[in-house]
């Protein structure tokens, strides 16, 4: 079992910034893969952004240029560093934890926060 402890979002005005981290504990495997999935009032859960436990990442590409992933390997800590924000952005964001970095083994998800960007 692998438990995710999202912390960051919020209320932000349109071009501004913030940002969010997922913590993850318990039963922690590597290679993982760790991301972000964010999810729309009326529409389906998209992938926002991944990183794998050995760096490589991925980006929708409504997000390339403005988001930037990162992760603490030490810390089991992904974050999502989000600039240049638009009300299209607003959404309940996901933390995802994979077992593997094609992202097809079990996976967990965090209880999710919320994003709001005002225009």
């Known amino acids: 079992q692998v438990l995710l402890a999202e912390s960051g979002g919020g209320l932000v005005q349109a071009g501004g910034s913030l940002s969010l981290s997922c913590a993850a504990s318990?039963?922690?495997?590597?290679?993982?893969?760790m991301g972000w999935y964010r999810q729309a009032p009326g529409k389906q859960r998209e992938m926002v952004a991944t990183i794998t436990s050995g760096g490589s990442t991925n980006y929708v590409d409504s997000v390339k240029g403005r988001f930037t992933i990162s992760r603490d390997n030490a810390k089991n800590t992904v974050y999502l560093q989000m600039n240049s924000l638009k009300p299209e952005d607003t959404a309940v964001y996901y933390c995802?934890?994979?077992?593997?970095?094609?992202?097809?083994?079990?996976?967990?998800w965090g209880q999710g926060t919320q994003v709001t960007v005002s225009s």
């Open positions: 995802n934890f994979n077992r593997r970095v094609d992202g097809l083994g079990p996976e967990y």
């Open positions: 318990g039963s922690i495997t590597r290679p993982n893969v």
